[in-house]
């Protein structure tokens, strides 16, 4: 079982950064990880994934602002968003693969580990 924990969200006015974090254990090797957010009332929408390699991919809303990275000594996942604007306001949460999944980064299925998510607000 891999365990996800994410930190790092919280309030901030348009225009401004942010930086989550997304720590995972339970296993040492982790192809893909990925950030998800999910506005009120929304479907869950696919925001940028990365891959062991360092290859990355981004919903074409964020790319330009937010740069996904991760450590992969920490087995650690980060989401920099820069210029932040109110229509970013979700919960963001991380997701991780298992070996040979197969399909789409940018869909959720694709995944089977989900952190619990993290609140950022983006006020006007």
């Known amino acids: 079982q891999v365990q996800l924990v994410e930190s790092g969200g919280g309030l901030v006015q348009a225009g401004g950064s942010l930086r989550l974090s997304c720590a995972a254990s339970?296993?040492?090797?982790?192809?893909?990880m990925a950030w998800f957010r999910q506005a009120s009332g929304k479907d869950r929408e696919f925001v940028a994934a990365?891959?062991?390699?360092?290859?990355?991919t981004y919903l074409d809303s964020v790319k330009g602002r937010f740069t996904i990275s991760r450590d992969n000594a920490k087995n650690t996942v980060y989401l920099q968003m820069d210029s932040l604007k109110p229509e970013d306001t979700a919960v963001y949460s991380c997701?991780?693969?298992?070996?040979?999944?197969?399909?789409?980064?940018?869909?959720?299925?694709?995944?089977?580990?989900w952190g619990q998510g993290t609140q950022v607000t983006v006020s006007s």
């Open positions: 997701a991780a693969d298992i070996p040979g999944a197969i399909g789409t980064v940018s869909n959720p299925l694709y995944y089977n580990y």
């Open positions: 990365i891959r062991w390699s360092g290859s990355s």
């Open positions: 339970g296993r040492s090797y982790i192809n893909t």
